[in-house]
């Protein structure tokens, strides 16, 4: 199995920032896509952010410019850096990890989700 852990949410803010961080653990064979989704109350989850094993990265237009998504393949880690917050940015984000787990194959694993609320 592979797990997901998040932190780095909280209180912030307009115009603050925040770091969300997430690591994988696991019996973890391949991490080919990491992502950040995100869920405000009676919204659908949305993609914020993902990248790929080579880098390659994807943006929601909303956060383009002000959010930053990197990662560290050695350490199965994920993070997220948000600039410039706007209240609209508030919300439950969850960490995203999909790849090849020994033993199991194929996983899509998602983490607990942490809080990022921005208000004065």
């Known amino acids: 199995q592979v797990q997901l852990v998040e932190s780095g949410g909280g209180l912030v803010q307009p115009g603050g920032s925040l770091r969300l961080s997430c690591v994988a653990s696991?019996?973890?064979?391949?991490?080919?896509?990491m992502g950040w989704y995100r869920q405000a109350p009676g919204k659908q989850r949305e993609l914020v952010a993902s990248?790929?094993?080579?880098?390659?990265?994807n943006y929601a237009d909303s956060v383009k410019g002000r959010f930053t998504i990197s990662r560290d393949n050695a350490k199965n880690t994920v993070i997220l850096q948000m600039n410039s917050l706007k209240p609209e940015d508030t919300a439950v984000y969850y960490c995203?990890?999909?790849?090849?787990?020994?033993?199991?194959?194929?996983?899509?694993?998602w983490g607990q989700g942490t809080q990022v609320t921005v208000s004065s």
């Open positions: 696991g019996t973890i064979l391949s991490i080919d896509a």
């Open positions: 995203n990890a999909a790849g090849r787990a020994y033993f199991t194959g194929r996983y899509n694993a």
């Open positions: 990248i790929t094993s080579g880098g390659s990265t």
